[in-house]
């Protein structure tokens, strides 16, 4: 039990080898890290690749960590102390720090974190949010570890909300969205309007079927639990809520999950599938013209669920 907080280990990326030498010199530089210095050795050793760990924070938030031999970056670091113990126990210094959205569980710790390891920190353009050095929007991108993320503007939950995507990673592309798209579901729309966050959820499911889904929080099962409610004879959901309450018994988080499988059971991906129709045109007890009225509906009907 030296670490519980890392609940388990995904090799995600692989051989920097696949990358160039282009890469090498150059990465990290959206930020102004400079990398160059770090010895070819250390950057082709075999232990060098993009590892991805999420770090359990307060109730159900995950931290997501990414780290390699030279480093590591967190996402959406709500609460310091369980990121330092991490980084203790991986024995990794923090490079740099990314931000989603304003909301305190994702950025309570980014002040601390700051005055500990100097990290780089990028975010969305809100003033409110402190410790940005490099504010980021809809086409720019970050450099993390050797992999680009590409911003992506999803306003909805907050106004502020964006999503890292790499579209370049190996063996998949990658996608942390905070807390826009989860396992299962979607946030609540706190700031925006529902033709916000449809729109911003359409942006994603646009993604690639093979993209990783990396969400904020562990509502796997309560979400899922609405699916079935949305979809009650959907034998994908039924399969999925099995597997997922199995890795829950075992302590297991339940993501990252896929874009194929979200666009199998998440309702909020399905508004245009008639049976999501059916079912927020029974619960609304009218017509509803479209899959963002749909998309409205149901939201609506999960407020109250
Ligand atoms: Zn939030
Ligand atoms: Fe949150």
Redesign the pocket.
Do not use: I, R, T
């Given at each position: 039990m030296a670490f519980s907080r890392l609940i388990t280990s995904y090799t995600l990326a692989k051989d920097l080898l696949l990358r160039g030498t282009d890469n090498l010199v150059n990465c990290g530089d959206t930020m102004g890290y400079n990398r160059a210095s770090q010895s070819l050795q250390a950057r082709y050793s075999s232990e060098n690749m993009l590892k991805i760990e999420p770090v359990a924070a307060f109730s159900d938030?995950y931290i997501w960590l990414l780290h390699d031999a030279t480093g590591a970056w967190v996402v959406d670091p709500g609460d310091a102390a369980v990121v330092i113990e991490a980084l203790e126990t991986l024995s990794r210094p923090l490079l740099g720090i990314l931000i989603t959205h304003h909301?305190f569980?994702?950025t309570g710790g980014v002040e601390e974190l700051i005055a500990r390891y100097q990290p780089r920190v990028a975010g969305p353009a809100n003033h409110a949010i402190k410790g940005i050095q490099t504010t980021l929007g809809k086409g720019d991108s970050v450099d993390v570890l050797g992999v680009r993320f590409d911003v992506l503007e999803v306003p909805g939950h907050t106004l502020d909300h964006i999503a890292y995507y790499a579209p370049d990673h190996q063996p998949e592309p990658l996608l942390f969205c905070?807390?826009t798209l989860f396992a299962g579901g979607c946030g609540r729309i706190f700031e925006g309007t529902a033709t916000m966050m449809f729109a911003s959820l359409q942006q994603l499911a646009r993604l690639p079927a093979n993209t990783r889904i990396y969400c904020?929080?562990e509502y796997t099962l309560a979400n899922l639990d609405f699916a079935a409610a949305v979809e009650p004879e959907a034998q994908a959901i039924r399969q999925r809520i099995d597997r997922d309450r199995t890795r829950r018994a075992q302590g297991l988080p339940t993501v990252p999950s896929q874009l194929a499988e979200e666009l199998q059971t998440n309702p909020f991906l399905r508004c245009d599938q008639p049976g999501v129709e059916a079912a927020a045109v029974s619960h609304a007890r009218q017509a509803l013209p479209d899959a963002e009225a749909v998309f409205a509906k149901i939201r609506e009907w999960k407020n109250h669920f």
């Open positions: 938030n909301h569980d994702h905070g807390d904020a929080h």
